[in-house]
């Protein structure tokens, strides 16, 4: 058992017991790019997990080891301000000390061993969930006692600053936040968020893993949400109180067209369209009509590959590859883009026939091997418990 495997290097490595944290990688059934613009998602926390064993040392040193990557790295806390530096997964953990201590908060010296299971690169957030465990780990050994959405909102912090990736808040929000059998309805403004129950006796999410990152995706985020950024300093000249895309309607959007670069309009629409079909999607699982949610999925990959221009040819074959087959109810990118995973939404009883069928299609029309994970919905970051020493 993983859990098992990294407190045992833990001891090994420390010699004494560590607090054990779990921390769940995520899906997101619809609402993509939407979160850095002040809009809705639907994402959950799903059964794949970066593990993390924890405890103070009594040093001044945190002492960090990459379970995957067999690699120790160790960060010096009383040297000043921390930077971003090498190697680069250590950012990720750097990052979060780094925030504690901007809120004031002394952080001694530490060792921490973590690994897991969640794909990297796979559009799954395994950098989220590195950030959520870590911060969450700390806040338990330092009883800092800062909130699930003060976690987060840090965590999203040490990915701009340390990752650059200016990203929103969904990922970490769902790490941390999280509910088995539930996916949530993020308002990514207010963050109120509401559950909506998944039955997954009925329903499984497939993930078809395409197996390519393309090398531009952290720096083509950057430049999506910057074109957002400028659609709205355009739109805000006619409608003063836009704050973010969130408060155009389509109409506005049509109104001032003219007035929009034509690649930053695509990008606006396809927003403005996204976050109306998450509001559908919640009210379709609601009403239990899958079908109709299904097609709310569909749609949303046509906007992210027409307008929003983040998916690939690879992503493209895979969701045409679900559309073909007779029982996917519903197939999207999901995340980013340029690469990763799609998810697909199918009634239970044909998972193991569309897992053949799109793995052999795939293999067909790309001479590329398909990796899909079935996902069990379940709940955000936690405690695993302290591990006794020879236990
Ligand atoms: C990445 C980001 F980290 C999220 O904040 C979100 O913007 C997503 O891409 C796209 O919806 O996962």
């Not at 950024?229 to 109104?255: K, M, W």
Request: proline share 4%; aromatic share 8%; with cysteine.
């Amino acid at each position: 058992m993983l859990s098992t495997t990294i407190s045992d290097s833990f001891l090994g490595r420390y010699g004494y017991p560590p607090l054990l944290v779990r921390a769940p990688g995520r899906v997101n059934l619809i609402g993509e790019h939407t979160d850095y613009n002040g809009g809705f998602v639907l994402p959950a926390a799903i059964d794949r997990e970066i593990l993390f064993a924890v405890g103070l040392n009594g040093s001044t040193t945190a002492r960090l080891f990459s379970h995957d990557k067999q690699e120790a790295h160790e960060v010096e806390l009383t040297k000043g301000v921390l930077a971003p530096g090498k190697p680069m997964w250590a950012n990720y953990l750097t990052g979060v000390m780094a925030q504690f201590q901007q809120r004031g908060v002394a952080v001694p010296g530490f060792d921490c061993v973590f690994g897991g299971n969640v794909p990297m690169g796979a559009g799954l957030s395994s950098s989220a969930a590195v950030e959520c465990g870590l911060a969450f780990a700390l806040n338990q050994l330092l009883d800092t006692g800062l909130s699930r959405l003060e976690l987060a909102r840090l965590s999203q912090q040490a990915e701009h600053e340390f990752a650059g990736v200016r990203c929103g808040i969904m990922d970490q929000f769902t790490s941390l936040h999280g509910r088995a059998g539930h996916v949530v309805q993020l308002d990514c403004r207010s963050l109120e968020y509401q559950y909506f129950p998944f039955n997954s006796q009925a329903y499984h999410l497939v993930l078809c893993n395409s197996g390519v990152k393309h090398a531009l995706a952290d720096s083509a985020y950057n430049t999506r949400r910057q074109e957002c950024e400028q659609g709205v300093a355009i739109i805000r000249q006619y409608y003063p109180a836009t704050q973010s895309l969130r408060d155009v309607t389509l109409a506005q959007l049509e109104a001032y067209r003219a007035a929009l670069p034509p690649v930053v309009y695509r990008r606006c629409r396809y927003v403005v369209e996204e976050n109306q079909r998450v509001i559908a999607a919640c009210q379709h699982l609601a009403a239990g009509d899958m079908v109709a949610f299904g097609n709310q999925m569909f749609a949303s990959h046509a906007g992210l590959r027409d307008d929003y221009e983040v998916s690939c040819s690879e992503l493209d074959v895979l969701v045409q590859i679900a559309q073909a087959h007779p029982s996917v109810l519903g197939a999207r990118m999901m995340g980013g883009g340029f690469g990763g995973c799609t998810i697909n939404l199918l009634p239970a009883h044909a998972v193991a026939d569309f897992v053949l069928a799109a793995t052999v299609a795939y293999q067909q029309e790309l001479n590329r091997p398909l990796e899909t994970y079935q996902t069990t919905i379940v709940g955000g970051v936690s405690v695993l418990g302290p591990v006794l020493a020879n236990n």
